[in-house]
Every structure is written in structure tokens, then in C-alpha cells.
């Protein structure tokens, strides 16, 4: 079965550390990969994505992401986290063809910056 | 950026009434669009997957009886949850894919809270 998965369910880095927050993925064929954030009862709002090219992705708000398919990862990363920053962080893979698609979640990872 | 409204924001309805959330793409048009189910502190459970003009695709253990999804335009999509009881209380999201797909991105509705009583 596809999948994606978030081993870590929290993450706590002091503000101005950097952070990262991990994510694997079991998808066949060369999924899509994106990063969400969700604040609480709040939809999601996108951070980031990876396609193809560069395997070092840059998205809003200063985060970034590796793509790595020899581990089939895609860890998202931050030089120096905010206390802002703080909120409930999804990756995300879209595989399958236009009209047969899909778009399916990690667990979800808590990330707490603290002061 | 592409905005999707999602309404109503938060239901709260009796044990077997029957519940209608509306999902609309304001700024652009959707092919696809998806609708996830998310509990507490959890991921987003993906329910099924509509194409307009076309049945929805259900999710395995997903009723589709019980949750019905049209997709009549190509900016409109509904999910009524039919009969409801307690333990469809949830948070409900959709998602939508513009014409151009996934070479851009998902756009995310601001999600419904139902509250079954």
C-alpha cells in the first residue's frame, strides 16, 4: 500500500536552533511531494513541494526541503526556527495519473519552538 | 493564491438528520477534488476522490451510502453524511486541484467541525 510516514510525532527545538522534521515515503513511481502546515481548526496551508530538478527545495516562510530517493525521504528543514513556527506539520505525497490520483498525509508532526 | 471555500465552518446536528458541507474553488477551476476526514491530533484520512461530472472513488471502509459526494461543476463538490451519528463527528477538509494539476498544487478548504448530538 502507499503510504507516507512521519516517525516522530513531536519535535521540540529552542527558538534559533534549526529544526528539521522528517518524512518517508512508500509510493510508487515518482510522486509529487509536498509539506503543509495546519494551524488549529484551520485548513492547511502549503509550504513547499518537490517535482522534479534540484533535490533542495525552497519554500515560504524560510523552510526548506531535501529530496532524497535513494532514502525515499523528504525532511523538512529550517536554519533558525521561530517560536511562530510552532504548529502541526504534514508531508504529503500525490501519485497517480490526472484523473486517478491521489494525495495522501503522513501521521503528522507537533512542532514546539520554545523561547 | 488560489482560495477554496469550504462551508460551513462548524455544524452541530441531531442523531439522524442528515448534514450538507459545500467545497468551492472561488478563483479557479477543479478537476479533482479531494475530501479527508481528520480526528484530534491526527493525520488527514483521505475519504474519497471526485471528478466532476463523474462518481466519486471511495477510500476502502469508507461508506459511500453514507457519505455522498457530488461533484456537479467545476468549482462546486459536496459531502452530505447522511443519517449521522455520534462517531461521525469529526473534522471534515477538502482539497482542490486546478485544471493545470498537481504541477502546481492542492488547495485546501478551511475545514468543517461536525458535531453530531
Known amino acids: 500500500a502507499q503510504s507516507v510516514a512521519q516517525p516522530e510525532d513531536q519535535v521540540n527545538v529552542a527558538e534559533g536552533n534549526p529544526l528539521t522534521v522528517k518524512c518517508t515515503y512508500s509510493?510508487?513511481?515518482?510522486?509529487?511531494l509536498f509539506w503543509y502546515v495546519q494551524y488549529p481548526n484551520r485548513g492547511l496551508q502549503f509550504l513547499l513541494k518537490?517535482?522534479?530538478?534540484?533535490?533542495l527545495v525552497k519554500g515560504s516562510y524560510g523552510f526548506e526541503a531535501e529530496f532524497n530517493k535513494s532514502q525515499t525521504s523528504f525532511h523538512l528543514k529550517k536554519p533558525s526556527a521561530l517560536v511562530s513556527d510552532s504548529a502541526l506539520y504534514f508531508c504529503?505525497?500525490?501519485?497517480?495519473?490526472?484523473?486517478?490520483?491521489?494525495?495522501?498525509f503522513g501521521q503528522g508532526t507537533t512542532l514546539q519552538v520554545k523561547p | 493564491g488560489a482560495v477554496v471555500s469550504q462551508h460551513p465552518s462548524w455544524v452541530i446536528c441531531k442523531s439522524g438528520t442528515s448534514v450538507k458541507i459545500e467545497c468551492r474553488s472561488l478563483?479557479?477551476?477543479?478537476?479533482?477534488m479531494f475530501w479527508y476526514r481528520q480526528f484530534p491530533k491526527q493525520s488527514l484520512m483521505l475519504m474519497a476522490t471526485?471528478?466532476?461530472?463523474?462518481?466519486?472513488?471511495?477510500e476502502q471502509g469508507v461508506e459511500k451510502d453514507k457519505f455522498l459526494i457530488n461533484h456537479a461543476s467545476l468549482t462546486l463538490s459536496t459531502l452530505t453524511v447522511t443519517s449521522a451519528h455520534p462517531e461521525d463527528s469529526s473534522f471534515y477538509i477538502c482539497?482542490?486541484?486546478?485544471?493545470?494539476?498537481?504541477?502546481?498544487?492542492?488547495?485546501f478548504g478551511q475545514g468543517t467541525r461536525l458535531t453530531v448530538v
Open positions: 504529503a505525497a500525490y501519485y497517480g495519473s490526472s484523473n486517478t490520483g491521489k494525495l495522501i
Open positions: 471526485s471528478n466532476e461530472g463523474s462518481k466519486a472513488t471511495y
Open positions: 482539497s482542490a486541484i486546478p485544471l493545470q494539476g498537481m504541477n502546481t498544487e492542492a488547495f
Open positions: 509510493v510508487s513511481g515518482n510522486p509529487y
Open positions: 518537490y517535482i522534479t530538478g534540484d533535490n
Open positions: 478563483d479557479f477551476q477543479a478537476t479533482t
